[in-house]
């Protein structure tokens, strides 16, 4: 949650409209979800909400909208996505003039998460925002910051997440919010009245993940025996991942190996910045790498390639088709 709208919430003195941008559109949900709930408190009852994306109306049309709202009620809650599309000039325009004379009992968010810093600071309309602190930034957590944002998230539930087991967490799930969240809500469940979440329990939970388990999938390719790809492929179908899904992402992480054997001289700040993976994972991407060589890798994009032509045109057992390819997959 931001702690610029948590202030704006808390002083009382919330701006009439809000640009929300960045990549980390977890985080952008949140702060819209508390945005509301503080409405709700402030105003006694949630006020309505109308939603629209920028794709399908205007900005001065949608903002038009804001002026709609009846004289009873708690008001509205309107939020526009995609407002980066919006050419420049339509922005200044339409956002200016609303600012000038803003509708009552109406608070606007325009949601931008393909938005850049660095385009809010040189766009005339979004910088004026900025400096009101009116547009706030969403941006991808790094790795000590994903930790500690897990154990505030463990600390509000009633429970201790150690840094030893939050790095186990966030090695498990990767860097996603949203597959943090879950994971962590799963580990909650897991512990039950023990207030103490410890890596063993992590460990314990892996086994279970999805995310674990791709890594597993592709751990085993490197092993001779193809009996080990197959019990992971198991796993994966057992927890209820769809063949093709199960095959994306394991293509996408014979390209993470790919690109890993190129970086294999890249200090670990480097591989993990080209890799776009927090330091921890790219290592374990790293050790995975170095059991293949560059060949291998490129047949094995290109069996899954296959895999996914066949799974598309193909009306037998999809499971099959990963079984052909995992069986033709291995060290080298």
Known sequence: MSQVLERHLKEGRLKPLYLFYGEEEFLMDRALARLEA???EQLGEAPARVAASAQETGLEEFLAQARHASL???GQLLVLWRAEVYPERVVQGAVPP???HPAPRAWVVLLAPAL????????PVWSRLKKSEAAIGFWKLKEEEL???LAREARERGKHLSITAAQALVAMAGDNLAELSRELEKLILYAGEEPQLTPAMV???ASHSRTFTIFALVDALGEADPRSRVAALDQLLELGEPAARILTMLARQVRLLLLARELAEAAPPELAARLGLPAGIAQNVRRQAARFTPAALKRHLLLLHQADRHLKTSSGNPRLWLEWALMQ???G
Request: a neutral charge; aromatic letters at 12%; proline letters at 8%.
């Open 38 to 40: 503080g409405l709700a």
């Open 72 to 74: 009873f009620g708690p």
């Open 98 to 100: 609303y600012l000038e």
């Open 116 to 123: 850049r810093a660095r385009e809010v600071e040189k766009h």
């Open 147 to 149: 930790c500690q944002w």
């Open 203 to 205: 460990q314990q939970l």
């Open 329 to 331: 997959m291995g060290p």
